[in-house]
DNA sequence: CGTGCAGTTGCATCATGTGCAACGGTCATT
DNA sequence: AATGACCGTTGCACATGATGCAACTGCACG
């Protein structure tokens, strides 16, 4: 909607790629160089973008700056984090949290077996939104409509053998998931890790985030992990519970609310 | 130097604080309504602002894919990895690589315990610039001038009675870093941590990026965790060696440059 | 010593971003 | 129920501010 900041966007992902001087810059933007200047003079007093010696660009620290403040002030995330580190307690495994935003699944918190810590070294990846036990219970909430339109346009890599093939079974497990309210991801992903996974509703009703615990086969068996189910959906529900009941300060109206 | 840009772009700081709704966001930028609303639909179309469900903004999932791309593109850190997790194999403690930029140190690499886990949690957090090791290393390679101005400009907060306490000590320790090769940071930050470092350093031989090893003193004493130091620092000058050695495809020449 | 290349600057033009005022929807009040 | 306040949104006329050009600089290379 507008030019000129959409112009100064579209540098960042494109040194996302990688670095890349002025010229460049300018070319696969579309402009003239004293333009691309202006921009990127602004991208860089803002940190967004950092002129390295040999006077090329890339992207600048305040970029990391930015997202980690942004993850750090997530609500969701602050309430979940002492139950997910309660979780840990009992079980041992890995446990995620994750949220769904504009097509895309992914993780803002994770609590690794032992060591209580925050590793966002996925963030921002693409999740295997199509097999992940986490991406099943916030996709399986969203409209018929929207799930099927996102459906058709995703693709289904067969990471191994047990990967959700297609559209038709994908649609088919997230019914599953809606119904039963729980989500597992049985070597759809990587062939020796199984995950059990439960979603966090608003005061509305509505996924707002989806945990899981994860696990390889080596360590126990996929039968094994199911039978945390109950406690894994019990850890959910007292944040749900957490979550939609203490926030009403935070949002406008904890009721409306319907598209 | 591009107004409309750089008040699209003083949106994001002001996200990261937490959630605004449009008038909030017009207000403190000092904007029309009208004018904030067509640049925040500019950021939301470009993923890095979102829009909730009570309409209100936050910034959006994008800035996590970009700071990700970005960290991963890094040389250094491609090239330093493998030696991290050598060296993590032969001694079993904590890892980092750090880099400088822009008044800021910050961590692009870790390598934990057992586990060759990339952990980012503490990127774009201000690193403890005063007193860790890393820091230290990036900072003592400045020139003179920029030091000083540097020390001048900081604050030196007291983590813990180690801490290093103001311009003066800190000057002279970058001093002594200088010109010995290496640094630590004997309980500084943490009471209990204790870390070693070496710098890293490009083609022409100024530091482009530092690594250190950390240990809590209930495992290692700090005696102990010096003895470390060579090998520390034969890592080091492994990554050098090879950053500075293998790279002049991609540096335009790996000679000149002086500021 | 000249040629070519990349980054930078000043400037005239007009495209673009701007604030205003008016509309529509939702919620709180009487 | 009806009223009023509030917030997000839209269309528009104006002039601010972004644009591309051309000229200048500094550097590297032949």
Redesign the pocket.
Same mark, same amino acid.
């Given at each position: 909607m507008? /030019?000129?900041?959409d112009?100064a966007l579209s540098i960042l992902p494109l040194l996302a790629q990688g670095p890349a001087?002025?010229?460049q810059v300018a070319e696969r933007l579309g402009?003239?160089?004293?333009?691309a200047?202006?921009?990127l003079r602004t991208l860089h007093e803002h940190g967004l973008v950092y002129r390295q010696q040999d /006077?090329?660009y890339r992207l600048g620290a305040r970029l990391f700056a930015l997202a980690q403040e942004a993850v750090e002030n997530l609500d969701v995330r602050e309430i979940a984090h002492p139950h997910l580190v309660a979780l840990n307690e009992r079980c041992g495994h890995t446990v995620h949290l994750a949220v769904y935003e504009e097509n895309e699944v992914l993780y803002i918190d994770k609590v690794e077996s032992r060591y209580p810590v925050r590793m966002y070294s996925r963030i921002g990846k693409p999740v295997a939104i199509t097999v992940a036990a986490v991406a099943k219970l916030l996709l399986a909430d969203l409209p018929e409509a929207d799930r099927r339109a996102l459906a058709e346009r995703l693709d289904f890599p067969m990471y191994t053998p047990r990967s959700t093939p297609n559209a038709a079974a994908f649609l088919k497990e997230l019914a599953t998931v809606r119904e039963q309210g729980w989500a597992t991801d049985l070597g759809g992903h990587e062939e020796s890790i199984n995950c059990v996974g439960a979603p966090i509703r608003g005061a509305d009703g509505r996924v707002v985030a989806a945990m899981s615990v994860s696990a390889p086969n080596v360590v126990v068996t996929a039968e094994e992990l199911l039978s945390l189910l109950p406690l894994v959906r019990r850890t959910a529900d007292a944040i749900t519970r957490e979550y939609s009941g203490s926030s009403p300060g935070r949002h406008h109206?904890p009721s409306?609310d319907s598209a």
């Open positions: 507008s /030019q000129t900041v112009r001087d002025l010229g402009v003239h160089k004293s333009t200047l202006r921009l /006077q090329r109206t409306e």
